[in-house]
């Protein structure tokens, strides 16, 4: 929750919110159901409406969060009154050049270190995730958002190379989404909340025009 400590306070008086910890990070419970995006994504909705909170909704997920929501939009998209994409997973990141198998072992070695319990299992997933993104139609009439970080454009690594493809990509996936850079580093909610901020107020305010 850390990463929105910025976000969400500055929205406080725009709209009724629900921001959370996944099952198995923070103070939320570990869940015993698979970690791929499906799971997730309908312990998700059931806490929406648990909580008495009514579609349609403003999704806004940030990373892996991004991918998650990209599977609630095509999966619901009755559901959902707009879509905002921060610097998100794209459904193929752990393809190709972003292969694990391809980084190398210190890379490995640190990410066998510090993700691990629920982290290391929707990493573990993630392929799963995309296809099951993949596998439904995009979005059609849903406003799509797509903040994507500029600062990691300048590398030059095939890895970093690989990610900004993805990076250009998205947009792409969802025909009419806007796209948005900005000068910031992949943790652009804690880096530039007001471009997250921007992004939920004009989002509302399509989402109002149009009901």
Known sequence: ???????VPAIANDTAYFAYNRPGY????????????????DELRAALLDQGMQPPYVLVGHSLGGLYMQLFARKYPQEVAALILVDS???????????????????RGVIGVLVTGTAKEELDLLP???EQVLGLPTTAGIP???????????????LARFANEKRVEIAGM?????????????AIPLEKPEAVIG????ALAVARGAR
């Open 174 to 186: 969802y025909p009419g989404s806007k796209q948005i850079w900005v000068e910031s580093g992949h």
């Open 128 to 130: 799963q995730t995309g």
């Open 26 to 41: 923070g103070k939320s419970a570990a869940s015993e159901t698979r970690r791929d995006g499906a799971h997730i994504v």
């Open 144 to 158: 799509v958002f797509v903040l994507s970080a500029s600062e990691p454009m300048k590398e030059t690594s095939d």
């Open 89 to 107: 997973t794209h459904p193929k990141q752990l393809e190709g050049a972003g292969a694990m198998e391809k980084q190398s072992l210190w890379t």
């Open 1 to 7: 929750m850390e990463w929105w400590s910025k976000v």
């Open 199 to 202: 992004a939920i107020r004009s």
